[in-house]
């Protein structure tokens, strides 16, 4: 499983979009967590937050690596997402990982997540920054 934590900034002037594009994935629970299903999705959550003038958008997310990629499913729900991704995330900042140092799942909630092994998932600290940017 891999267990991420990863922030992204929005594009500055998107704050109102950013606010429909939320409701819209709380209006469309039931077909947002059908796309969950085909990506291995076990949890995910999506934090707001505002650090000086900017906003920015964290995911929380514990999925198999066996999961499709959001960008191959057939669900309108995914396409609206990536045209708000496209529209609404800054590139130039990247994505900012942090690193799981310590995971706690009990027992029961680990089975029916088919998570054999919680704490293997976490990783090495490095010790720097992480960053991922698309290529341009």
Request: net charge negative.
């Amino acid at each position: 499983m891999r267990v991420d934590m990863s922030r992204f900034r929005v594009v500055p002037g998107k704050a109102e979009r950013v606010d429909a594009w939320l409701q819209m994935i709380n209006d469309r629970m039931p077909e947002t967590l059908a796309t969950l299903e085909r990506e291995a999705m076990k949890f995910e959550a999506i934090f707001r937050e505002r650090i000086g003038a900017d906003d920015y958008l964290t995911w929380v997310s514990v999925q198999d690596e066996k999961g499709a990629d959001v960008g191959t499913s057939p669900h309108e729900v995914d396409r609206l997402h990536l045209a708000f991704w496209s529209e609404c995330i800054d590139d130039t900042y990247g994505r900012h990982d942090a690193q799981p140092q310590v995971i706690m799942v009990p027992p029961g909630i680990a089975a029916a997540m088919d998570w054999p092994a919680p704490t293997e998932s976490r990783v090495p600290y490095t010790g720097r920054e992480i960053i991922f940017r698309r290529p341009t």
